[in-house]
């Protein structure tokens, strides 16, 4: 192979993201097709979309659970959210869910898991609050479920197993001061854990939302101490399974 | 056209419209009621009419006319629901019959006269077959076509059968206003020319008319003339599709009943089917042995199956409860009325399947039969000011409410709405720096700024940034419904945005931006 002389990058910080990048390329499984996914989230979630059959982990925030429904809404597909009675509406179509494709279960009760299963039959973006612990046993049964139908479950909460873990770490207003204001746009640090190929836990500063109801990445500016992604110690990722 | 098959018989029941509704709600005919439409009143009583209200009010001048105005919507279908056993009647005592619109029915006059042995003979016994079912002052005009005939019904005042003889139904007609037969332009306009009534309109050149008002005046020129073309075309009676079960010893337990209309639920859909249709729509009454009475309508985005109609049953009777619960009062008798059929030819499938929505409905409605039918829910957006009002759930296949988002709400929140909106809004504290609940004085001042926040009884932590009070006041004109809250933004310690309102009952926590 004769490969044309391309300087080292003296960074090693480069590195990581080019080894990073190429993770998240071989964790493209042949059969696992990507769903739209937000282009604000590109950065964020590994491999730089959702994938079909996938599990994801939202903790923390139903906005960020909201931008991840948003770009398969967009694109046609239903979505279904499960277990949810506070779910808020307005937001959701504010942020660009489209509501005539948009299907509600607001109390699935103990049948909650059952409720899912057909609810991944038929609808390809499923978001869940498990109503219980699930097992492992079921979560593997579910998983291969979703596989075979090509569904992606967001679960807002735990699930033994998960593809990958978006979490808010941090979030700040802007708009509000003390007496006067209103909310206008929030800046929220989300951290990404995968699992298998994704060792790395990164973080990534987005505007969710934006003074425009938009989701964007928030720009690199004078972020105290973080930069865009951060790699972070192994021993600090929790094991997902 | 002979006058002899031109002769047509119309039985009239006058404000049928008020008639269907007080049958339906009980309520007493003689008090005087309004039905509207679109804020116009659409029909009325005769006591709303003595008080001076009429058809095209306001409903705001005919609420002045007349205060004591009972006020209900108009429904066509109620309408037409009600006026069907009475068509099916006359049927019985008249075949041929044409459904004008409900309350009016038209037919040809020569069967019944040769049958009943004359003209009167045979409209006393229609008003008979009508009083029989409980309709009072059901009149009868008999006349040449059926729009002469109509006003023939409409005109008789002292005894309920107003009779045009042959040929002379020109002469009668000539006297009504011309707006009888024209739309309301056409009627200021020939007004304006001086033509007032139906026999100075009648008088007018045929071909001049047709050239000036073409074929839609030159038609209302012929019926103003009595040279009707309209015949009566009867209606062909729509087949009896119903179920009805009686049990006899009456049932309690739901899954029971369910059990023993499977079967009927199979025929009630096959039935249909024979015909090539389908039911989009049906009504489902029930009656328990404590004589208490549920009706219901249940739509289906497609078409019932047999099992989607035993679904809808166990349903309505069971409202919140499961499927294994016992009933309140036995079930006596069980009727599946269909109200919405569709030819099958509408809903046929693809020759590839249907479309992925289909298979969204079937799933879907594998999960409403798992938890019930409000448990899935599409979502649309409400007009109102507090977040949950403006949240409209809507039970999957059941047809969404009308939009009123649009209008602008003055006092509702800014564009960016939280994305957690709490079904049950949740008990919260506001602290001032002293530890003491911040209080919001008669004049919409606050006592002193927030400094500490914590949810439930959880620990107080420092607030970031706030903002308010931002004032709700709803109705209060309205003693029962009135509603006077404030507002506030705040961000808590870690970050998280909330939205906060004060009533008179003490602070809540009315929504999340998470």
Known sequence: ?241 | MTAELGRTIVLWCPDWPVFATCRETGLDPTAPIALTEAGLVFACSPAARRDGVARGLKLREAQYRSPGLIVHGYDADLDARVFEPIVRAVEAAVPGVQLVRPGTLAMRARGPARYYGGEDAAASALLATVAEHGVPGARVGIADGPFAAEQAARAARESPVGIVPPGASAAFIAPLPVALVVDPRTATLLNRLGVRTLGEFAALPAADVRRRFGAAGAFAHDRAAGREQARVIARTPPPEFEAELHFEPPLDRIDQLAFAFRVGAEEFIERMRAVRLVCTGLRIELDDERGGHSSRSWLHPRWFTPADVVDRIRWQLQGAGSADAGLASPIVRLRVIPERIDSTGNHEEGLWGGGPDERVHHGLTRVQSMLGHEAVVTAAIGGGRMLADRQVLVPWGDRPPERTSDAPWPGSLPALAPASVFRERLPIALLDERGSAVAIDERGAISASPERFAVGGGEAAPVRAWAGPWPVVERWWDAEHAKRVHRFQIVDDDGCAWLLVRDHEGWWAEARYD
Do not use: C, N, Y
């Open chain 1, 1 to 241: 192979m004769t490969a044309p002389h391309a300087a080292p990058s003296p960074r090693p910080a480069r590195v990581e993201e080019l080894q990073a990048r190429i993770r998240g390329m071989q964790a493209t499984r042949l059969d696992s097709k990507a769903v739209p996914t937000h282009p604000a989230l590109a950065e964020v979630l590994p491999g730089g979309t959702l994938r079909e059959g996938t599990v994801v982990q939202v903790e923390g925030s139903t906005t960020l659970l909201m931008a991840l429904l948003a770009g398969p809404s967009a694109s046609g597909r239903w979505v279904a959210v499960a277990g949810m009675p506070e779910f808020g509406v307005e937001a959701a179509a504010r942020f660009g869910i489209a509501l005539d494709r948009l299907v509600l279960v607001p109390d699935p009760g103990r049948q909650w898991l059952t409720v899912v299963a057909a609810l991944a039959d038929v609808i390809p973006v499923v978001a869940v609050r498990p109503g219980g612990r699930v097992s492992p046993a079921e979560s593997s049964r579910l998983q291969a479920r979703l596989r075979q139908r090509g569904t992606t479950l967001l679960v807002a909460g735990d699930w033994p197993g998960s593809d990958a873990r978006l979490g808010v770490e941090a979030s700040e207003w802007r708009g509000l001061e003390r007496g006067h204001g209103h909310l206008a746009e929030r800046e929220v640090v989300v951290s990404v854990a995968g699992r298998g190929e994704f060792v790395r836990r990164t973080r990534s500063r987005l505007r969710l939302p934006g003074r425009h109801l938009e989701f964007a990445p928030a720009a690199l500016g004078p972020a105290p101490g973080l930069a865009d992604p951060i790699p972070l110690d192994d021993f600090e990722r929790r094991a997902t399974g």
